[in-house]
């Protein structure tokens, strides 16, 4: 059983720098499930394949199979001392669903608080194509509609630690380290 850390926050909140911090510094795995899910993909995996057909049709990935690839993540060497999930559960039905699984000891789950004008100001300072205000927006409002149950979702199970996410990123990875005590 791997003690897992999940970083929640909306899009542009620091959530990827910090799980990368954090998983160096304390020797965990970061796994992003963007990045698990393009893995398996390009491995060609029957998990990959499966993803890639249902992609290939426009489609959301399946929240079974995202869990799928994740307990088989879970599985590999570098989890052995934790790891820390960076943009899953994206939604209450994927939260619950990993209460269903003893696989999935969560031993913390870290709120990244910023609010919405600095989270448009990062991610137009980012420089990606996609990132225009109006496609920001529309991120920030999935967010709040499908993401954001989860604060009170964690918060009512006693996991919940809100971390003001403004400060240097060294200032908020000393924060987050002082937190979690692995």
């Known amino acids: 059983m ?3 850390l999940i970083f929640l926050g909306p899009p542009g909140s620091g959530k990827g720098t910090q799980a990368e911090k954090i998983s160096e510094k304390f ?3 970061h796994i992003s499930t963007g990045v698990m899910l393009r ?3 390009d ?3 029957d998990l990959g394949i499966k993803a890639k057909g249902i992609l290939d ?3 959301l990935v399946p929240d079974n199979l995202v869990i799928e690839m994740l307990k088989d993540r879970l599985d590999s060497e570098d989890c052995q001392n934790g790891a820390i999930l960076d943009g899953f559960p994206r939604t209450l039905p994927q939260a619950l669903s990993l209460e269903n699984d003893e696989k999935f000891s969560i031993k ?3 709120f ?3 609010n919405q004008e600095e989270l448009v100001k990062r991610m137009l300072e980012r420089g990606r194509s996609d990132d225009t205000e109006e496609s920001i927006k529309v991120r920030l409002k999935v967010y709040s509609n499908e993401t954001e149950p989860l604060v009170d979702f964690y918060s009512k199970k006693n996991l919940l630690t809100e971390i ?3 400060g240097s990123i060294d200032e908020i990875s000393s924060t987050i380290s002082e937190l979690i005590n692995l």
Do not use: C, Y
């Open 39 to 41: 893995e398996h993909v």
């Open 112 to 114: 990244f608080d910023v």
């Open 164 to 166: 003001n996410a403004l």
């Open 43 to 45: 491995r060609k995996t």
């Open 57 to 59: 049709e426009g489609s």
């Open 27 to 29: 020797e965990i795995a």
């Open 108 to 110: 913390s789950v870290i």
């Open 2 to 4: 791997t003690n897992i």
